[in-house]
């Protein structure tokens, strides 16, 4: 874990995370990664029920201990009046306040951009939900799974004549929490370089999944086209595929650079394509993209995938495995960039995590304490707001805290 004293670029900066599960936090961690002092409000209890999601090591999920590194964990009741009062008063001397509840939430708890911003201007509020703060569906439940398939994700993935499949991961939530992180990061210039007030940054997961679908949108309002699943392949686009390989494995190649598909025909035996003035270019490609495949999985079915790599790597055609976790975990590119981390959780266990991304050369992020208990930090937040040490104990009673 860092110990550096060349300050983080968000040192400084004050973060309350009031979110749960997968969106909110996910961009609170980012900027508590970069120096951000995170402090995340858990409802008393069981808290977040990311602590109990997926695999566990003493009661805890391991996947809690990536997510909510570098925060600090205070419980309390929302629900409660009392509770919103000390949300307010944190709030106050916030920089920044993520949220990721249902629209309308906040607000029935008196803790809405209109009573926050009143009392502080500079505030930048990040509110991410399934549809939006507006619009005709904004009410409904959402999560990331649910966006994807509304930003046009999940029709396109799978193979052809298949029922649609999901991503193996929540893809829809991290995407949402990136815009969201740039978002706060551009309310935070705005507010310093152009003296500017706080203002809110509205994230719906679907609209974080759709600006990332590429021309999905135009090629159906210039041709009708509707993107269909394709399984392995990518449409419009020669040759990319996976292809079988010798020893039951399955090798990606791209070649569908100009140049790279001359290299990659040559490597693979078929110098007649790589001249075939019908090939030059991508969509004289695409037009016979099943001759082209048909050619390289003719070569790479003889081949183990070892030698396909260091082969393609000499010709300078881009290529890779299908990496598994095990595969992550014993690669030495991984290891040499730095992108595993092993920290010691607060139940003692040893654990390789992912490291921080983005890597900057001057100031970048780090992993300085591992992912807090339940509550652990309440008290002393408390105290810091100016809470009497009979005050906490009657919070703490009432079950507020």
């Given at each position: 874990?860092?110990?550096?004293?060349?300050?983080?670029?968000?040192?400084?900066?004050?973060?309350?995370?009031?979110?749960?599960?997968?969106?909110?936090?996910?961009?609170?961690?980012?900027?508590?990664?970069?120096?951000?002092e995170?402090?995340?409000v858990?409802?008393?209890?069981?808290?977040?029920?990311?602590?109990?999601?997926?695999?566990l090591?003493?009661?805890?999920?391991?996947?809690?201990?990536?997510q909510?590194?570098?925060k600090?964990?205070?419980?309390?009741?929302?629900?409660?009046?009392?509770?919103?009062?000390?949300?307010?008063?944190?709030?106050?001397?916030?920089?920044?306040?993520?949220?990721?509840?249902?629209?309308?939430?906040?607000?029935?708890?008196?803790?809405?951009?209109?009573?926050?911003?009143?009392?502080?201007?500079?505030l930048?509020?990040l509110?991410?939900?399934?549809?939006?703060?507006?619009?005709?569906?904004?009410?409904?439940?959402?999560?990331?799974?649910?966006?994807?398939?509304?930003?046009?994700?999940?029709?396109?993935?799978?193979?052809?004549?298949?029922?649609?499949?999901?991503?193996?991961?929540?893809?829809?939530?991290?995407?949402?929490a990136?815009?969201?992180?740039i978002?706060?990061?551009?309310?935070l210039?705005?507010?310093?370089?152009?003296?500017?007030?706080?203002?809110?940054?509205?994230?719906?997961?679907?609209?974080?999944?759709?600006?990332?679908?590429?021309?999905?949108?135009?090629?159906y309002?210039?041709?009708?086209?509707?993107?269909?699943?394709?399984?392995?392949?990518?449409?419009?686009?020669?040759?990319?595929?996976?292809?079988?390989?010798?020893?039951?494995?399955y090798?990606?190649?791209?070649g569908?650079?100009?140049?790279?598909?001359?290299?990659?025909?040559?490597?693979?035996?078929?110098?007649?394509?790589a001249?075939?003035?019908?090939?030059?270019?991508?969509d004289?490609?695409?037009?016979?993209v099943?001759?082209?495949?048909?050619?390289i999985?003719?070569?790479?079915?003889?081949?183990?995938?070892?030698?396909?790599?260091?082969?393609?790597?000499?010709?300078?055609?881009?290529?890779?495995?299908?990496?598994?976790?095990?595969?992550?975990?014993?690669?030495?590119?991984?290891?040499?960039?730095?992108?595993?981390?092993?920290?010691?959780?607060?139940?003692?266990?040893?654990?390789?995590?992912?490291?921080?991304?983005p890597?900057?050369?001057?100031?970048?992020?780090?992993?300085?304490?591992?992912?807090?208990?339940?509550?652990?930090?309440?008290e002393?937040?408390?105290r810091?707001?100016?809470?009497?040490?009979?005050?906490?104990?009657?919070?703490?009673?009432?079950?507020?805290i």
């Open positions: 874990m860092r110990q550096s004293s060349t300050p983080l670029p968000l040192s400084g900066v004050k973060v309350v995370e009031l979110g749960q599960l997968i969106a909110g936090p996910f961009a609170a961690k980012m900027l508590a990664e970069f120096g951000a995170v402090i995340k858990e409802p008393p209890g069981e808290g977040d029920p990311l602590r109990k999601w997926r695999k090591y003493q009661g805890t999920s391991v996947w809690w201990q990536v909510s590194r570098n600090q964990s205070i419980t309390l009741d929302l629900r409660h009046p009392e509770g919103q009062e000390v949300a307010g008063r944190l709030i106050r001397e916030a920089d920044v306040v993520i949220e990721n509840f249902r629209p309308g939430t906040l607000e029935a708890w008196g803790l809405g951009w209109e009573q926050l911003s009143a009392v502080n201007p500079g930048v509020m509110r991410l939900s399934g549809y939006g703060q507006t619009g005709p569906y904004r009410d409904r439940p959402g999560f990331g799974v649910i966006g994807e398939a509304m930003g046009g994700l999940r029709y396109i993935t799978g193979e052809p004549g298949r029922p649609p499949v999901r991503v193996g991961v929540s893809l829809g939530d991290s995407l949402a990136l815009h969201g992180v978002g706060v990061l551009l309310a210039y705005h507010r310093k370089v152009n003296g500017g007030k706080g203002q809110v940054i509205d994230v719906a997961l679907y609209e974080a999944v759709f600006n990332v679908m590429e021309s999905l949108l135009p090629e309002d210039a041709f009708g086209i509707v993107r269909e699943r394709t399984g392995s392949a990518l449409p419009g686009i020669a040759p990319t595929n996976a292809y079988p390989c010798q020893d039951g494995e090798v990606l190649v791209a569908n650079g100009d140049s790279i598909f001359k290299r990659l025909m040559e490597t693979v035996g078929r110098a007649d394509l001249t075939d003035p019908e090939l030059l270019h991508n004289g490609r695409v037009r016979r099943e001759e082209i495949d048909a050619a999985a003719a070569w790479t079915a003889s081949r183990g995938i070892d030698e396909i790599l260091e082969t393609m790597t000499q010709a300078k055609v881009p290529a890779g495995r299908i990496y598994s976790a095990k595969d992550i975990a014993e690669d030495p590119h991984y290891a040499a960039r730095g992108m595993i981390e092993q920290i010691l959780t607060r139940d003692g266990l040893t654990l390789n995590v992912p490291a921080v991304v890597k900057l050369s001057e100031t970048p992020g780090s992993i300085r304490s591992a992912a807090p208990r339940l509550g652990e930090d309440t002393a937040v408390l810091r707001l100016g809470y009497s040490a009979e005050q906490i104990a009657a919070l703490r009673a009432a079950k507020v």
